[in-house]
């Protein structure tokens, strides 16, 4: 079995900051982590591997820095890794993105399970998944919270929905996306952590992907961003005083003038 999970860097704030110029996030002196659902991905992706056997890879499309998420992986016991990364890549969209995460998938030979994270938390679009799963023409199961059983080529998974708890059956080769699961990833252990710092990690640019330029970064992105900002938030409120009663008209009426 080959599991391959799909990290992303992230800035370490819910506090995203746009540069109103550019539309593009802000960077400079913010702490970058690895994007949390991924971790949860990560955590699973292992566990299956404790469980039925096989080898769990890590890949990320960024900056050169985003090595360091990679080797974050390996320290909880990935066994290996590969940093996608060309000028190229910069100012990828979410398709752009996708297609070039896949051809670094085939790349690798392909997997029986990809795992991504539910969402980023910077970009927040959860479009890359989806993406992945629709360019390979595989299945896909989102908001994966466990995985029971693998088994003759196909695997349970337990998807976490508003309405509650829903068991999916899906045939291998397939893509999950993962949200909190009911337990805390791993912790990196000593052995993990010397690990990570002398493993080698791959390298991958658009040539040895064979990406035309055109298809990838800004170039090959469709969506242009237009304006992002936050919306002004409304701080009035209005307090009221009386018998509940007289309360309950007064609100009722509120309501209706909303409906
Ligand atoms: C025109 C345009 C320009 C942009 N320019 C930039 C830019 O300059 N710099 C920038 O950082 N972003 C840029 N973005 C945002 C960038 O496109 C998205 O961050 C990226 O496509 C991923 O989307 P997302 O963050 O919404 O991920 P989601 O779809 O929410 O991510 C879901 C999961 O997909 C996986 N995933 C997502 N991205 C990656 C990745 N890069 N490598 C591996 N796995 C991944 C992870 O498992 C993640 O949990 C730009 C977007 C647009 C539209």
Redesign the pocket.
Known sequence: MRYI????Q?PDTTDVRINPET???V?EGVESVV?P??MY?VELALSLRDKFGGEVIS????PPQ?EEALRETISVGVDRAYL?TDKSF?????L??SRT?VAAIRYIGGADVI??????T????????P?IAESMNIGQVTFVRDVMEIRDGNLLALRMTDKGRIEIEARLPVLL?VTKLDREPRLPSLRGKLRAKKEKIEHLDAKSLSLPEETVG?AG?P???IKIFTPQRHTQGEIQRGKPEELGDWLAGKLRNIL
Do not use: E, H, P
Not at 90 to 94: H, V
Not at 115 to 120: L, P, R, S
Not at 122 to 129: F, L, P, R, S
């Open positions: 999970v799909c990290i992303k992230v539309n593009t996030l960077r994007n659902f991924d991905a890949i990320s499309m960024g985003a996608i910069a100012g990828a969209d979410t752009a993105t995460l795992f991504v994270g539910k969402q980023a910077d970009g927040d679009t959860a479009q890359v998944g993406g996306s800004l992105s969506t242009q961003v």
